[in-house]
C-alpha cells in the first residue's frame, strides 16, 4: 500500500527524481545535442562552426579507412569480451563455490582494482611489460639460467637475451583491457551463478552427467542472462576504449576513440569528430537494443 | 513377500562430522530391498546427511555405506546405482518436462527411440502423460514433483532417494500424494528411502522407519510397533501425541507390573517391563486410549476396575482447555495432582449426549496394556 501512495503521489515523485533529472539533461543531454548538431556542420575558420546540415562528415566517415578503424575496434573488443568471458568464468564459478569464509575476499579481490585510478593501473602494467619490466627481466633471469645450465651439460650457451617486445603493440592493447575489463564480466556472472538452485546441479550429477556435462548442460545456460549482461557491459566499455590503446598501443593499434580524440584536438575538426562519436553511440544502442529485444523471450526463471 | 529380504544398503558405523558437530554419530542400519523405508526425525537431526551420503553428495567422516553388497567409498554421485528427488524438486526450468525426464538416459547413451518409448512410459507412471511439451514453469508444485519423479524412476535405479518429497505440498494434496507414492513404490518394486520429519507422512507410508535424534537411531521399527512400543521418551514424544509422567517402578513381573506416579497416580499393566525394581521411570500414555467419565457414578472406578487392581488406572480432574477438530474433541485436563493431562475422543455423533466442557469435573479411566513403561 504504502508503495502505491508513493507511486501515485506525482509530487513526491518528482522531488525524488528531479534533482538527478536535471543533471542528466544539463550536463549529459545537452552536450550531446550539441555535439549532434556539431555532427551535421562544417568548419569556418580556426573556431568557427556552420551548422549547415551536411551529410558529409557522415560521408566521410565511411571511408575505408575509418570503417577499418572500426571494424578493427569492434574485434579488439569482441576479442576483449571473449577473453574476458573465458577467464571470467571459472573465476566466476570458483567465487560462487568458495567457502562462506573466502567468498566475500575473493570478491574483495575481484572490486580491488576498481579503488585504483585507471591511469596509475595502466602505467603499473606498462611498467610490468616494459622492455625493462618485471616480466622481460623474469624471462631474462630464466634465459640466464637455461644458458647456464646448458654450459654445464657441455652444451653452447644460448644466445644473447633479447628483450620481447610486449609493449606498444596489439597484444598490450588487448592484454590492457583485458585486465581493466575482467571485474565487469565476473560480478555479473557470479551474480547469476550465486542465484542458481545447488540442487539443480546435484541432480544433474545424481542422473550421472559428469561435472562437465553439468556445466555445459546446466549451468551454463541457466546463467545465460549473467552472461548477456557481463558480454554488454563488457564489450560496450571496451568498443570506447581509449586510455589503454593511446598508452599501451603501437602506431597500428589505435582505436576509434584515439581517432575521435585527435579529430577535436590535433586536427581541430570537431564536425567529423562528432559524427564518429554518434556512429559509435548508435552502434551501442544497436547492441542494447538486441540485448533489451533478447530478453522479451520466455523468460527462465 | 515370503523370502526373506536381502539389505540393498548397509550402513555401518557410519559417522558424519562437520567441524566439531556430529551431525550422524555412529548409525548402522540395513535397508531391504524392495521396502519403503523412512528416516524420521526433527530438523536439523542428521537424516537429511544421512540420505545424502547414501547419494554421495557428503562423504562419511568414519564408516562405510555399501549399496547392494558394494562399498560406496570412493564412488561419486554420477556413478551410483540410486537416484533421488530433491526437496525442491530440482526441475531443470530451461528444459521441457520431456527433456527433463530423458536427460539421465541421454547421458547414459540410450538411442532415441528407447528414450522417448522409455520417457512416455515413465511420465504415464506418475500420471503426467501428455504433458511432454510443458515447461517446468507451466505446472504446480505438485505436477513438478511427478516430473522429478518421473526423471529419477525413468534410471530404474537400485534405490530411490527422497528428500522431503511432500513438504512443499497443501495438506489435501500431500495426503493424497502419500498413497501415490506408497502405491507407486508397490507397483516398481524399487526400494523407496525417505527423509520426513512429518510422522503423519512416516506412519502412512513406511514400512520401516528409523527414527532419528541427535544424529543416533532412536529407534528402528514398522510404523504401529513405532506408535505403540515406542523404545524411549524421544520416540513416544515425536510421533503422535503422548502424556509422560515420572514414576517409579513397584512392581514387574512377568505378567503384571505396576508405576506409582505422583502425577498420573497409580498406574497397572497386564505384562511385565523386566526393568530393575525401584528404578525410576516413564509412564507414557497416549490421549486416545484414556476414557472420559461424567464424575460422581463410579463407572470409571468400575471401568477401570475390570483389568486393574482397586486404584489404579484412574485418575480425576476438571477440563481446562479443549480444542474442537472436528472428527476428534481435544481436552487439556488438570489432574487432582496438579499435573495436566491430554485426553483425545472422537466425535462419535453429532450431538453427543454427554458434551464436556470447560471447567466440567471429570474421571478418567485407561486400560491395563494402553500405558507404556519408558526406561530412557
Known sequence: MAEQDWKANKRVFAAVSLPTLLWTLLFF?????????????????????????????????????????????????ALVTLICLII???????????????????????????????????YALMMLLGTQGFANKGLEALWGGASWFRTLVGLQPLPTWEPVQLLFNNFAVVFGLVYVHLPFMVLPLYAALDRLDRSLIEASLDLGAGHFRTIMRIVVPL????????VMITLIPALGAYLTPDLMGGTDSQMIANVIERQFKKANDWPFGAALSFILIYAMFILIALQAMRRKGPEVR | MTEPAKPIIQIQNVTKRFGRVAAVDNVSLDILAGEFFVLLGPSGCGKTTLLRMIAGFELPTEGTILIDGQDMAGIPPNKRPVNMVFQSYAVFPHMSVADNVAYGLK?????????????AEALDLVKLGGFEDRMPDQMSGGQRQRVALARSLIMRPKVLLLDEPLSALDAKLRAQMQFELAELQDQVGITFVTVTHDQDEALSMASRIAVINKGEVAQLAGPSDLYEYPANRFVADFVGSVNIFEGKLTLDEPDRAAVDCPGLGKVYLNHGVTGPHGADVWVALRPEKIYLHVPGEGKAVRAAAQDAPDGHNFARGCIKGMSYLGDITLYDILLESGARLRVSRPNLSRHDQEDFTWDDKVSMHWRADSPVVLLG
Open chain 2, 107 to 119: 547421458i547414459a547413451g540410450v538411442k532415441g527411440g528407447e528414450v522417448k518409448a522409455r520417457v
Open chain 1, 29 to 77: 543531454v545537452i552536450p550531446m545535442a550539441i555535439v549532434w548538431f556539431y555532427s551535421f556542420g562544417e568548419n569556418k575558420g580556426l573556431t568557427e562552426i556552420e551548422f549547415s546540415g551536411t551529410l558529409d562528415n557522415y560521408k566521410r566517415a565511411t571511408e575505408f579507412l575509418y570503417l577499418s578503424i572500426f571494424g578493427k575496434s569492434f574485434a579488439v573488443a
Open chain 1, 223 to 230: 546463467a545465460a542472462p549473467g552472461i548477456v549482461a557481463g
Open chain 1, 88 to 122: 571470467g568464468f571459472p573465476v566466476a564459478m570458483a567465487i560462487t563455490f568458495a567457502s562462506e569464509k573466502w567468498r566475500p575476499w575473493l570478491l574483495l579481490g575481484i572490486m580491488l582494482p576498481f579503488w585504483t585510478n585507471l591511469l596509475i593501473r595502466t
